[in-house]
């Protein structure tokens, strides 16, 4: 994220019990380059007291319109002066005020005295978050450009569980970052991704397979963000899901033909993700005809089938990132790491399957991520679309790691 170096970010704070959050996210902004300018509303300042930001912060955390010794009209200093406004957390209240263009506090007439891009990280419990009227806020700020970072699910005050829980702060500052890059992010323009996606079907016979409950979501998921930024995609797919626009599709239906379709793609690809399920065994010899039940009950000989991702990693090209998926039900980490070290990757996404609403035929996910480097990264139960941002954002990182060691050599 050096897109961050000397970037004047007023970080804006309400009210919600997690503005206590918004003092990690203001350290780690600061850690990326940032200078961290908060902007604190009464009732933040009832969570947590300005000292604690302005201790962290690059400069002061503001708290009035009126008493503010070093500026008369603090609002238009801060507005005109910001690279981009964040406000973390943003409650229900702000959400409205902005929608509406109400100023009635420093927070809100910065927001309105300002022309750079604003991100807004929504918190607040399920029941406000679900209201059509924050929701139709939200749509009208996301229309005119606004970028939300949508909740997470997951505890909240009063040990309620439920969505509403802000936004891991790595999420936060990936979104940062990429308003930062000009709104639409193009980090990927000009690369190449190549992204398997969906369960591989292993034919028995002309009507019968050995399949598994993988829907390819997370791979579109992934064809979708790295197209959105501005890569060329190739998604090999077996999922009858709607491929994202403008994407190159090539779909498949066994492991045979998804190996066959990686080994034309993926030599020139700047980044490969293997979101695939792929089937370790296939029958050995299918038949072409359907098997009747009068011949009774078959023998299916099975033979492994190719590790498509393995082969992939032997034969890896320098400066590609290759990336692999772990789906476990037991000792998540240890065995992501076995594979990412045995199939010589860059990168793996662990996914503990057996967790209600993680990996298969779910629209969320919950994952560690852990990189050949040492790196690792818990990404708690979000949208399939967050993972594939998180990990593109990672990988671009490693790109421009191999770029900065190959200029220095
Ligand atoms: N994979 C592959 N070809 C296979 C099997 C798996 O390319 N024949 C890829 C998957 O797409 C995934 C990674 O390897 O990115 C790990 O897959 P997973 O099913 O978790 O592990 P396996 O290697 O099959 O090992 P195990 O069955 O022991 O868990």
């Given at each position: 994220?050096?897109?961050?170096?000397?970037?004047?970010?007023?970080?804006g704070?309400?009210?919600?019990?997690?503005a206590?959050?918004a003092?990690?996210?203001?350290?780690?902004?600061?850690?990326?380059?940032?200078?961290?300018?908060?902007?604190?509303?009464?009732?933040?300042?009832?969570?947590?007291?300005?000292?604690?930001?302005?201790?962290?912060?690059?400069?002061?955390?503001?708290?009035?319109?009126?008493?503010?010794?070093?500026?008369?009209?603090?609002?238009?200093?801060?507005?005109?002066?910001?690279?981009?406004?964040?406000?973390?957390?943003?409650?229900?209240?702000?959400?409205?005020?902005?929608?509406?263009?109400?100023?009635?506090?420093?927070?809100t007439?910065?927001?309105?005295?300002?022309?750079?891009?604003i991100?807004?990280?929504?918190?607040?419990?399920?029941?406000?978050?679900?209201?059509?009227?924050?929701?139709?806020?939200?749509?009208?700020l996301?229309?005119?450009?606004?970028?939300?970072?949508?909740?997470?699910?997951?505890?909240?005050?009063?040990?309620?569980?439920?969505?509403?829980?802000?936004?891991?702060p790595?999420?936060?500052l990936?979104?940062?970052?990429?308003?930062?890059?000009?709104?639409?992010?193009?980090?990927?323009?000009?690369?190449?991704?190549?992204?398997?996606?969906?369960g591989?079907?292993?034919?028995?016979?002309a009507?019968?397979?050995?399949?598994?409950?993988?829907?390819?979501?997370?791979?579109?998921?992934?064809?979708?963000?790295?197209?959105?930024?501005?890569?060329?995609?190739?998604?090999?797919?077996?999922?009858?899901?709607?491929?994202?626009?403008?994407?190159?599709?090539?779909?498949?239906a066994?492991?045979?033909?998804?190996?066959?379709?990686?080994?034309?793609?993926?030599?020139?690809?700047?980044?490969?993700?293997?979101?695939?399920?792929?089937?370790?065994?296939?029958?050995?010899?299918?038949?072409?005809?359907?098997?009747?039940?009068?011949?009774?009950?078959?023998?299916?000989?099975l033979?492994?089938?190719?590790?498509?991702?393995a082969?992939?990693?032997?034969?890896?090209?320098?400066?590609?990132?290759?990336i692999?998926?772990?789906?476990?039900?037991?000792?998540?980490?240890?065995?992501?790491?076995?594979?990412l070290?045995?199939?010589?990757?860059?990168?793996?996404?662990?996914?503990?399957?057996s967790?209600?609403?993680?990996?298969?035929?779910h629209?969320?996910?919950?994952?560690?991520?852990?990189?050949?480097?040492?790196?690792?990264?818990?990404?708690?139960?979000?949208?399939?679309?967050?993972?594939?941002?998180?990990?593109?954002?990672?990988?671009?990182?490693?790109?421009?790691?191999?770029?900065?060691?190959?200029?220095?050599?």
């Amino acid at each position: 994220m050096r897109n961050l170096t000397d970037r004047r970010v007023v970080l804006g704070v309400t009210g919600g019990i997690a503005a206590y959050k918004a003092v990690e996210v203001c350290r780690r902004l600061v850690d990326a380059g940032a200078h961290v300018i908060p902007v604190l509303t009464e009732s933040a300042c009832r969570m947590v007291g300005p000292p604690t930001f302005s201790a962290l912060a690059s400069e002061r955390a503001r708290t009035s319109l009126f008493d503010d010794p070093g500026s008369s009209i603090p609002h238009t200093e801060l507005g005109q002066s910001a690279d981009l406004i964040v406000v973390c957390p943003a409650t229900a209240r702000v959400i409205s005020d902005l929608r509406s263009g109400r100023s009635g506090d420093l927070l809100t007439a910065t927001l309105l005295a300002t022309r750079a891009p604003i991100v807004v990280c929504p918190a607040m419990h399920t029941e406000m978050w679900e209201q059509v009227s924050v929701q139709e806020n939200l749509s009208v700020l996301a229309e005119r450009g606004v970028v939300i970072v949508s909740p997470e699910s997951g505890r909240l005050a009063g040990g309620d569980l439920g969505e509403g829980r802000l936004a891991a702060p790595e999420r936060i500052l990936a979104a940062v970052s990429a308003a930062l890059a000009g709104g639409s992010t193009a980090d990927y323009a000009g690369r190449r991704v190549l992204v398997t996606a969906g369960g591989t079907r292993e034919p028995i016979d002309a009507v019968r397979y050995i399949g598994n409950r993988s829907s390819g979501r997370q791979g579109h998921a992934f064809a979708a963000e790295a197209r959105s930024r501005g890569a060329d995609v190739v998604l090999i797919t077996t999922s009858p899901e709607t491929a994202p626009d403008d994407v190159d599709v090539v779909d498949v239906a066994s492991a045979d033909e998804m190996a066959q379709a990686c080994s034309v793609h993926a030599a020139k690809a700047d980044v490969v993700v293997m979101a695939a399920a792929v089937a370790d065994f296939r029958p050995a010899e299918p038949v072409d005809h359907k098997l009747k039940k009068s011949g009774g009950v078959p023998q299916i000989e099975l033979v492994p089938t190719l590790d498509i991702l393995a082969g992939l990693g032997a034969v890896k090209p320098e400066r590609q990132i290759l990336i692999g998926f772990a789906a476990e039900t037991d000792e998540l980490e240890s065995n992501a790491a076995g594979k990412l070290d045995r199939k010589n990757l860059d990168m793996i996404i662990a996914n503990d399957v057996s967790k209600p609403g993680v990996g298969f035929e779910h629209e969320t996910n919950e994952v560690v991520v852990l990189t050949a480097g040492g790196a690792r990264q818990h990404l708690p139960l979000c949208d399939k679309r967050d993972v594939a941002r998180y990990v593109l954002d990672a990988a671009i990182g490693l790109i421009e790691r191999q770029s900065d060691n190959q200029e220095q050599t």
